[in-house]
């Protein structure tokens, strides 16, 4: 038989179903029903990896989602590569390939190992901040080394073939943990008619009675567990998910759940299937049952593989069937450690001893011990072990009473497992995830959940009630609790009977002690994942390192994915004994979310490629796909930036385009622009104190440009608004401004002005629009419309309402560009329409479409800002030469009108936007750039302002810039200079920003 | 995740669905222009940062999008009542 660990018989595999799995290139066999980790040991394999910075062979050491060496890189192509997967979570399939996640060149014959032989005090804690700070020049070099030697996996160099999903959840109870707490709170919560979540994360409920010899009501304890299972899944109301962990606790009873849902199948999840999906639960109470962690004591060399927790013993032994060894001894500082000796002695292998740390234990597991004449050697403690990849033998000594030092001779043992139980740590992670502090309980030797605001409740192990029969009461007691505070009625649930186990007084040890001091000891390891040592914790409290969270971040313990289930209170005991404090004065660190690793594809979920974010198109997008425009995002607008032609670059479509609006005609799609309604009686004085211009005479059928400001006088948005009647008004904003105006004007009109009658409205998306800009722009839309677009009918600044290519539509006379130009608005499903007819008639003047770049040239040509490019929510009306908008003399004060008057805004050294004309005109300056008076000013030089906007113009034949300038506006033909980063200095003269048409005559014909 | 009442629709919405907006009841100046500029900046500027029960404005912005107020504890984001624009909470700092 190849898997040599196997028993014949026993445990919660099916021997019938044989799975083939590859390790490390490796062939071998395990059953249906197991881990990695138990198929692993099954077969003999010892090393599953080295360790992070020592790199010491490591073996399993534990059975769930404590483990800290299984660490494993799984997938059987470049594509399903999932790093960072415990084996001991992962269940078995047919043809799962899996690796180790370091070694170099194996796992087997490590090189880096040599450093973990001989640097027992060559790699103390801070080592690479100490070792590799110098010189800085250096970091480079060394860390790609150092990434090689170390690493925990690697992801996927390919797209993830698979899909994940996320799902929200209600629920009255979410019960969090399967065992017997958990599944007595979910039985009598579903009975009550209470919707109910059940979480576990492993494959089958029944938590600790999966691998126990309990018995409930008289019959194996898994039998119980199927009854209830199969009673839950008769309830409509009730949610049961497996392989699913509870890995984050929110505020307002808010969970996050990431459930396997393929992941024990194959390496790609079945046509059709979700692979993980993560549950967003919104749950009234949450019950957690999440059980304990049994702590690993801490002696030397206890990384060794064959190295293991006692009760993972247990559970490969009684739940896989799987002897993980040939001779055991036992070190254990309680009763329920002597379990797994039992077990191994039940399965027909050879127990060498068992070492109680305490000097005269005694219980019904010690009788039961006794019973079969195990060798118990009390008042004792495994001080150190031989070994290097697989454990030879132990060296045992007799301890004092309080654990601290060896108080007589070293005897040897031959063995090839050592198990070691330091006692029991609650899973309290999710209760302190909202920032609840755990409690220290001196009874429990561990911390309890403390405190907290969130409807939760516990039960079980997590409240260090150990026993089956207590965990099942609390899990009762818990669920009554929720039921009666939901204002359900408590159904009636009869416990199953539990057979006590008496059990004697557990002994506290953290540590245990070596013949020499810890410093000069072999490496008694804390953290395993992390490397971090007893020695390691001693020399940072030595080093001045007093609180518990600075001893984390300097050791690294708990860092690792594992966030230190196994280690950290061991860590924080000999911290607390270094430091000459209780546990409860150190502290605990703080526990964060997630509990265990959550995969990138869970958490993006089905938010990725083109669900990652909404995508915006106006009404006429196709036609633009269609001609070639090239797309930038504005918001979640897709806007076209260009048009251009074969063999165009983007710069001779640019000129192209500019060349043809100002010489013919030209077309824009500017649906994009915020549009909000405004209608009521008090519309019009709302507008005068959100503007910072004057409203009161605006007639019906005209237009007018606005700048909007902050109450600290900044600006921060602009737009033309239109009186479309007595009381009403359509408003237009920028395109990306749009939401944050019309919250604006609600949040003006809900919390300060609610008397004023007012409603506002969004219909940027109702209409389609596109505004036709150039000398030919009138003849081109006559075409279209009967109603007569002259300059007499339709002045600048004038609207109408007419129909245009057969359709209704507001025709708006303003300009962006300097042109003659009309904004046609029309009902959004008409929008292709009326633009195909433009096209249809506009060919033989040359209509050119343009996109938003030509729109930047053609608009800084005439100077015209663009709210948030040339402004920065630091510049006021006056710094940027627009004092014609302003009315200071509006009988109300408008919002920003105090502002702009403050003392720092009146400087006259204020920054103030200018145009900017390079000497050398074929040069563009970059937008960004940093503006000096004296470019031979020593470094640092005062510098007076930056480029805002810069383009090269093909209708001067010239660069433009529009900046600011500190005082510029009053340094009209001065020079300013640019110092680039390439060394080059650009001199430019201060000018007015209107580069084009000054008296604007061009848009007034 | 906060889970918030708004008291305009009368449900209970997740947190997405609304905006914070700052600290509640700072009233504009009636007069701004009789304002000092010490006066106009602490208006402006000056805003509380209590750890326990501090008044917050939030609108429910991809909902009924109106403005409410809510009394949110800093430290264990209890959310101890919301009311409406114009009301005064009835829970308040010691």
Redesign the interface.
């Known amino acids: 038989m190849t898997q040599k660990n196997r028993l014949q018989s026993g445990g919660r595999i099916d021997r019938s179903r044989t799975l083939t799995f590859t390790y490390n290139g490796k062939q071998y066999k395990g059953y249906q029903g197991d881990t990695l980790a138990s198929a692993m040991l099954a077969n003999g394999i010892d090393v599953i990896g080295r360790s992070f910075k020592y790199s010491r062979p490591r073996g399993i050491i534990a059975a769930g989602a404590e483990e800290p060496n299984a660490i494993m890189q799984l997938g059987a192509t470049e594509a399903t590569q999932v790093p960072n997967v415990r084996a001991t979570q992962q269940e078995l399939f047919d043809g799962l390939v899996s690796g180790a996640t370091n070694g170099w060149p194996s796992v087997d014959t490590d090189i880096m190992g040599v450093l973990g032989k001989v640097g027992g005090n060559m790699m103390p804690p801070g080592f690479y901040y100490k070792t590799f700070m110098y010189p800085q020049s250096m970091w480079d070099t060394y860390e790609s080394i150092i990434r090689k030697a170390a690493g925990l996996g690697r992801s996927p160099l390919e797209n993830d073939p698979d899909t994940y999903d996320k799902v929200n959840q209600h629920c009255d109870v979410l019960v969090v943990g399967a065992g017997p707490a958990g599944l007595s709170a979910a039985l009598a919560a579903a009975r009550s008619g209470a919707r109910v979540i059940l979480a576990d994360e492993q494959s089958e409920f029944g938590g600790s009675l999966l691998s126990s010899k309990e018995t409930l009501n008289g019959m194996p304890a898994s039998e119980w567990v199927s009854f209830v299972t199969e009673e839950l899944r008769g309830y409509d109301d009730v949610m049961l998910l497996p392989r699913s962990t509870v890995n984050g606790y929110h505020d307002h009873n808010f969970l996050t759940i990431h459930e396997r849902r393929t992941d024990h199948l194959a390496d790609l999840a079945p046509a059709g299937q979700v692979r993980q999906r993560l549950h967003r639960v919104r749950a009234k109470w949450v019950i957690l049952a999440t059980g304990a962690h049994e702590r690993p004591l801490v002696f030397a060399n206890n990384d060794v593989p064959g190295c293991m927790v006692a009760n993972a013993v247990s559970t490969y032994i009684t739940r896989y069937g799987v002897v993980p060894g040939n001779e055991l001894v036992l070190m254990t500082t309680n009763d329920s450690g002597y379990q797994a000796a039992l077990d191994w002695h039940d399965a027909g292998r050879k127990v060498a001893a068992i070492v109680d740390t305490r000097q005269s234990p005694s219980g019904d597991l010690i009788e039961a011990a006794r019973k079969r004449n195990l060798n118990i050697i009390t008042g004792s403690a495994v001080i150190d072990v031989q070994g290097s990849k697989r454990v030879s033998g132990v060296s045992v000594a007799p301890i004092s009473a309080d654990g601290s030092r060896v108080t007589g001779s070293v005897t040897k043992l031959s063995v090839d497992t050592v198990a070691s139980s330091g006692g029991w740590s609650p899973v309290i992670h999710l209760s302190c995830h909202t920032g609840s502090r755990p409690v220290w309980n001196e009874e429990v030797v561990g911390f309890l959940p403390g405190p907290t605001v969130q409807k939760q409740l516990t039960a079980g192990a997590i409240n260090g009630s150990y026993s089956t029969g207590k965990a099942l009461e609390e899990g009762l007691t818990a669920a009554v609790e929720a039921i009666s505070a939901l204002g359900l009625k408590a159904a009636e649930v009869v416990l199953p009977e539990s057979v006590d186990v008496n059990n004697g007084a557990p002994m506290t040890l953290f540590h245990v002690p070596h013949l020499k001091p810890t410093a000069k000891a072999p490496k008694q390891f804390v953290d395993y994942q992390n490397d971090v040592t007893a020695a390691g914790i001693e020399l940072a409290c030595r080093e001045g390192y007093e609180s518990i969270e600075h001893v984390k971040r300097y050791t690294a313990m708990g860092f690792g994915t594992d966030q230190g289930k196994l280690g950290n209170i061991n860590g924080m005991g000999i911290a607390a004994k270094i430091l000459n404090k209780s546990i409860p004065e150190t502290g605990t660190t703080i526990f964060r979310p997630n509990y265990t690793p959550v995969t990138f594809g869970a958490i993006a979920g089905r938010d990725c490629g083109a669900l990652f974010d909404p995508e915006r198109y106006t009404a006429m997008h196709k036609w633009h796909v269609e001609n070639g425009a090239k797309f930038e995002d504005v918001g979640q607008w897709k806007r076209p930036w260009y048009f251009p032609k074969a063999g165009e670059s983007m710069q001779d479509a640019l000129n192209r385009e500019c060349k043809a609006t100002r010489e013919s005609v030209g077309i824009l799609d500017a649906s994009t622009l915020g549009k909000i309604d405004i209608q009521g009686k008090d519309a019009r004085e709302f507008l005068g104190r959100v503007y910072t211009n004057a409203w009161a005479k605006l007639a019906v059928g005209k237009c007018r440009y606005g700048l909007m400001c902050g109450e600290d006088g900044m600006v921060f948005d602009d737009g033309v608004t239109s009186c479309l009647g007595e009381n009403h008004f359509v408003m237009t904003t920028t395109s990306g401004g749009a939401a944050r105006v019309y919250e604006w004007l609600e949040l003006y009109h809900q919390t300060e002005w609610p008397e004023m009658e007012v409603y506002f409205n969004t219909v940027t998306d109702h209409w389609a629009t596109m505004t036709i800009s150039g000398p030919n722009s009138r003849k081109l839309l006559q075409e279209l419309t009967d109603y007569d677009v002259s300059k007499e009918n339709l002045g600048f600044m004038d609207w109408r309402e007419m129909q245009v290519a057969g359709v209704p539509a507001r025709v708006f006379r303003i300009s962006f560009t300097g042109e003659l130009s009309f904004e046609i608005n029309v009902q959004a499903n008409y929008g292709l329409h009326v633009w195909e007819k433009l096209f249809e008639h506009g060919a033989k003047y040359n209509l050119t479409p343009y996109g938003t770049e030509t729109m930047h040239i053609l608009r800084a040509e005439k100077g015209f800002i663009i709210a948030g490019q040339d402004t920065d929510g630091s510049v006021h009306p006056y710094d940027l030469g627009m004092a014609w908008c302003v009315s200071p003399n509006k009988p109300f004060s408008f919002i920003g009108k105090r502002g702009m008057a403050r003392e720092d805004c009146v400087r006259p050294d204020r920054k103030q936007l200018v145009g900017l004309k390079t000497v050398d005109p074929n040069v563009v300056l970059p937008e960004g750039a940093q503006g000096v008076f004296d470019p031979k000013a020593p470094i640092p030089m005062p510098m007076v302002g930056h480029i805002t906007s810069s383009y090269w113009s093909a209708n001067l034949g010239r660069s433009i810039a529009m900046g600011f300038v500190k005082g510029g506006l009053d340094k009209m033909g001065e020079k300013v200079y640019y110092p680039l980063a390439d060394g080059k200095v650009v001199e430019a003269e201060i000018c007015s920003p209107i580069f084009l048409d000054p008296k604007g005559e061009r848009q007034n014909v | 995740?906060?889970?918030i009442y708004c008291p305009h629709c009368g449900e209970y919405r997740?947190e997405e669905e609304f905006?914070p907006?700052g600290q509640a009841h700072i009233?504009?100046p009636l007069?701004?222009?009789a304002?000092s500029?010490k006066e106009?900046?602490e208006?402006?500027f000056f805003r509380k940062n209590p750890r326990g029960l501090h008044h917050e404005?939030w609108?429910h912005?991809a909902g009924c999008?109106?403005?409410f107020n809510m009394t949110r504890?800093t430290?264990?984001?209890?959310?101890k009542e919301v009311y409406k624009?114009?009301e005064q909470p009835s829970v308040v700092a010691e």
């Open positions: 995740m906060f889970h997740e905006h907006a009233a504009r007069d701004p222009e304002c500029d106009w900046g208006y402006l404005l609108v912005a999008r109106k403005f504890d430290q264990t984001y209890e959310i624009i114009g």
